[in-house]
């Protein structure tokens, strides 16, 4: 029992080596369609967004709030590998969190309309979290002496919670004027199978000097969608599925019957995201998200287990003399403790098949992003999650960085579960429609698989490295009309106020020569001469007339130019011209929703 424990907590402290769980990377990855499932008020840059199945969103996760790969385990001289009890025990509190998720999306797709944003992910989902004690571990690594002699060794707060559902969301997003943006993802939940416990105590004293065992504990565990387990063969314990062939067949477990398993379990539940955005001014925007507000409701294949306070105590046995003579004291022993502490835990054990409902882990993202220009972002964010009643938190620097449309990439530092070593990357490149992105939010755990060398020698040794968090999200999807990082209009913008200062300028040479007419026209009324004969002079004569002159201010591009008195106010119409080209450009968005006035 000792060594499976042991191999049990050191395979999921390794598995807590390459995954990681808060997602920095993503909610800084404008780039990616996928943005939207952390942070739902966000617009992606392209306007039609298509998944490939499966492989357009792949994640995997894990954190581990106990302790790092090197700090349980250590190398001797010789290069073998060895537990370090005193290692591990310095880094562990008295309880630690262990959370393993992985999801992917089977289907994505989304595209623009106007100032909104709507998508549709069918996305298949497992979230699994161990509570485990410190007293745990050292029973595991050295039993029930040394430092647990003599004291009570305390699991209280053990426990295990395992999930696994289908997310069927339908998103929108709106966009006000660039300024502010909102949006929110409705979802609707198929559970396929769940596990969780709920303990109030558990505890195993040895005494000090007779090495009598106390035991003490009161735990309830619920189950839903899992075969049946049955302890000394008259004991359900845990699941409700059993072996018979009707049962099997309508759990979808039979050849020919598999529907009924993906789509047939009557385990319903219902969920919500929301999010907002907003500009506080050019430089300044403002995010904050809140992720799976929302439930379960587990109706089918149910059970519920519970050990209601139980405390016994085995003292051992009084004639050892009579126990060593029978020849088989080892295997005599196991059974004389087997069989009383068999029959005291049947006294207080229950078993029942109710519905029950569990609620999902919620996450919150709140980030504060600087806006350096188009193409570079600096993103401060906070970052919390509902772990078993508790809230855990980290925080986290982000900068990111556009090449066009082919390039998006962002590094980033964060502190998560008193783990002070995630430096992550994350990088997207499209190849005209075609988006492939990796990311990672602690690069340094993938140093822990030692892949070139293993590669090489075809083996699987594991490098001792203090990494508590990883994390892995890398798809591929189709993405069409993105928009240009110099969006066009720019250029026109550029090109207007020079275009309207040339048409006003050549108003003003107009203007000039009309008054340069108008004044020989004067000087020519002024004078007595009737004599003239040259057509020109009669030309100049001619707008004597009231009713000409009418004529020649209506022949003209504006009324203003009739009037030589007003050459003044044309000046000052020329200067008021511009602002009303800016007032009337086109209002569009360019990356990470920036304000087209930087």
């Given at each position: 029992?000792r060594?499976?424990?042991?191999?049990?907590?050191?395979?999921?402290?390794?598995?807590?080596?390459y995954?990681?769980?808060?997602?920095?990377?993503?909610?800084?990855?404008?780039?990616?369609?996928?943005?939207?499932?952390?942070?739902?008020?966000?617009?992606?840059?392209?306007?039609?967004?298509?998944?490939?199945?499966?492989?357009?969103?792949?994640?995997?996760?894990?954190?581990?709030?106990?302790?790092?790969?090197?700090?349980?385990?250590?190398?001797?001289?010789?290069?073998?590998?060895?537990?370090?009890?005193?290692?591990?025990?310095?880094?562990?509190?008295?309880?630690?969190?262990?959370?393993?998720?992985?999801?992917?999306?089977?289907?994505?797709?989304?595209?623009?309309?106007?100032?909104?944003?709507?998508?549709?992910?069918?996305?298949?989902?497992?979230?699994?979290?161990?509570?485990?004690?410190?007293?745990?571990?050292?029973?595991?690594?050295?039993?029930?002496?040394?430092?647990?002699?003599?004291?009570?060794a305390?699991?209280?707060?053990?426990?295990?919670?395992?999930?696994?559902?289908?997310?069927?969301?339908?998103?929108?997003?709106?966009?006000?004027?660039?300024?502010?943006?909102?949006?929110?993802?409705?979802?609707?939940?198929?559970?396929?199978?769940?596990?969780?416990?709920?303990?109030?105590?558990?505890?195993?004293?040895?005494?000090?000097?007779?090495?009598?065992?106390?035991?003490?504990?009161?735990?309830?565990?619920?189950?839903?969608?899992?075969?049946?387990?049955?302890?000394?063969?008259?004991?359900?314990?845990?699941?409700?599925i059993?072996?018979?062939?009707?049962?099997?067949?309508?759990?979808?477990?039979?050849?020919?019957?598999?529907?009924?398993?993906?789509?047939?379990?009557?385990?319903?539940?219902?969920?919500?995201?929301?999010?907002?955005?907003?500009?506080?001014?050019?430089?300044?925007?403002?995010?904050?998200?809140?992720?799976d507000?929302?439930?379960?409701?587990?109706?089918?294949?149910?059970?519920?287990?519970?050990?209601?306070?139980?405390?016994?105590?085995?003292?051992?046995?009084?004639?050892?003399?009579?126990?060593?003579?029978?020849?088989?004291s080892?295997?005599?022993?196991?059974?004389?403790?087997?069989?009383?502490?068999?029959?005291?835990?049947?006294?207080?054990?229950?078993?029942?098949?109710?519905?029950?409902?569990?609620?999902?882990?919620?996450?919150?993202?709140?980030?504060?992003?600087?806006?350096?220009?188009?193409?570079?972002?600096?993103?401060?964010?906070?970052?919390?999650?509902?772990?078993?009643?508790?809230?855990?938190?980290?925080?986290?620097?982000?900068?990111?960085?556009?090449?066009?449309?082919?390039?998006?990439?962002?590094?980033?530092?964060?502190i998560?579960?008193?783990?002070?070593?995630?430096?992550?990357?994350?990088?997207?490149?499209?190849?005209?429609?075609?988006?492939?992105?990796f990311?990672?939010?602690?690069?340094?755990?993938?140093?822990?698989?030692?892949l070139?060398?293993?590669?090489?020698t075809?083996?699987?040794?594991?490098?001792?490295?203090?990494?508590?968090?990883?994390?892995?999200?890398?798809?591929?999807?189709?993405?069409?009309?993105?928009?240009?990082?110099?969006?066009k209009?720019?250029?026109?913008?550029?090109?207007?106020?020079?275009?309207?200062?040339?048409?006003?300028?050549?108003?003003?040479?107009?203007?000039?020569?009309?008054?340069?007419?108008?004044?020989?026209l004067?000087?020519?009324?002024?004078?007595?001469?009737?004599s003239?004969?040259?057509?020109?002079?009669?030309?100049?004569?001619?707008?004597?007339?009231?009713?000409?002159?009418?004529?020649?201010?209506?022949?003209?591009?504006?009324?203003?130019?009739?009037?030589?008195?007003?050459?003044?106010?044309?000046?000052?119409?020329?200067?008021?011209?511009?602002?009303?080209?800016?007032?009337?450009?086109?209002?569009?968005?360019?990356?990470?929703?920036?304000?087209?006035?930087?």
């Amino acid at each position: 029992m000792r060594k499976i424990i042991l191999n049990i907590v050191l395979v999921l402290t390794f598995c807590n080596q390459y995954k990681g769980q808060q997602d920095f990377i993503l909610y800084h990855m404008p780039s990616i369609p996928q943005i939207t499932q952390v942070d739902p008020a966000s617009f992606p840059d392209s306007k039609v967004d298509i998944g490939l199945p499966i492989i357009s969103s792949v994640y995997g996760s894990a954190f581990n709030t106990g302790f790092a790969f090197s700090d349980i385990l250590t190398q001797d001289a010789n290069g073998n590998v060895m537990p370090d009890i005193n290692g591990a025990m310095a880094k562990m509190r008295e309880n630690n969190f262990l959370v393993l998720n992985a999801n992917t999306d089977l289907l994505f797709l989304g595209f623009k309309k106007g100032n909104n944003f709507y998508s549709f992910n069918v996305t298949e989902k497992v979230d699994f979290t161990f509570n485990y004690p410190k007293d745990l571990i050292i029973m595991a690594l050295e039993g029930n002496g040394n430092n647990l002699l003599g004291r009570r060794a305390s699991f209280d707060g053990l426990g295990m919670d395992f999930t696994h559902w289908r997310e069927y969301a339908v998103h929108w997003v709106h966009d006000v004027d660039h300024k502010f943006s909102y949006g929110a993802r409705l979802k609707y939940l198929y559970g396929m199978e769940n596990f969780n416990t709920q303990v109030s105590y558990m505890g195993i004293t040895t005494d000090q000097n007779t090495h009598a065992l106390t035991f003490d504990m009161n735990f309830e565990f619920q189950s839903a969608g899992l075969p049946l387990v049955i302890f000394d063969d008259s004991i359900n314990a845990i699941g409700a599925i059993d072996t018979t062939q009707s049962m099997m067949t309508q759990a979808g477990f039979t050849d020919g019957n598999i529907s009924n398993y993906l789509f047939g379990r009557q385990n319903n539940g219902v969920g919500i995201d929301l999010g907002f955005n907003y500009h506080v001014n050019d430089k300044l925007l403002l995010e904050a998200s809140v992720l799976d507000l929302g439930f379960i409701s587990w109706n089918q294949y149910t059970s519920n287990s519970n050990l209601s306070e139980w405390d016994y105590t085995y003292s051992g046995i009084e004639d050892a003399i009579t126990v060593f003579g029978n020849g088989s004291s080892v295997q005599f022993l196991k059974d004389v403790l087997e069989d009383s502490i068999e029959m005291s835990l049947k006294e207080n054990f229950t078993y029942s098949t109710p519905s029950y409902r569990t609620a999902l882990r919620t996450k919150i993202y709140a980030s504060m992003e600087y806006i350096v220009d188009h193409n570079n972002f600096i993103s401060l964010t906070g970052y919390s999650s509902f772990v078993r009643n508790r809230w855990r938190r980290g925080l986290g620097l982000a900068y990111n960085f556009h090449l066009g449309n082919f390039l998006s990439a962002t590094a980033s530092y964060s502190i998560y579960n008193r783990s002070y070593s995630n430096v992550g990357i994350g990088v997207s490149l499209n190849a005209g429609p075609l988006e492939i992105y990796f990311l990672t939010d602690n690069v340094l755990a993938l140093g822990t698989l030692n892949l070139l060398d293993n590669a090489r020698t075809n083996s699987m040794n594991v490098d001792i490295e203090k990494v508590k968090n990883g994390q892995l999200h890398f798809g591929v999807n189709l993405t069409f009309g993105r928009e240009k990082a110099e969006p066009k209009h720019k250029d026109e913008e550029e090109a207007d106020p020079v275009e309207m200062e040339e048409k006003t300028e050549k108003q003003q040479k107009e203007n000039s020569s009309k008054d340069q007419n108008k004044s020989n026209l004067d000087s020519s009324n002024s004078s007595s001469s009737k004599s003239t004969t040259s057509k020109k002079s009669n030309l100049n004569n001619a707008p004597a007339n009231s009713k000409e002159k009418k004529n020649s201010s209506k022949s003209s591009k504006s009324d203003l130019n009739a009037d030589p008195g007003k050459s003044k106010k044309d000046k000052n119409k020329k200067i008021d011209n511009t602002p009303k080209v800016e007032e009337t450009e086109p209002r569009e968005r360019t990356f990470r929703k920036v304000p087209k006035k930087i």
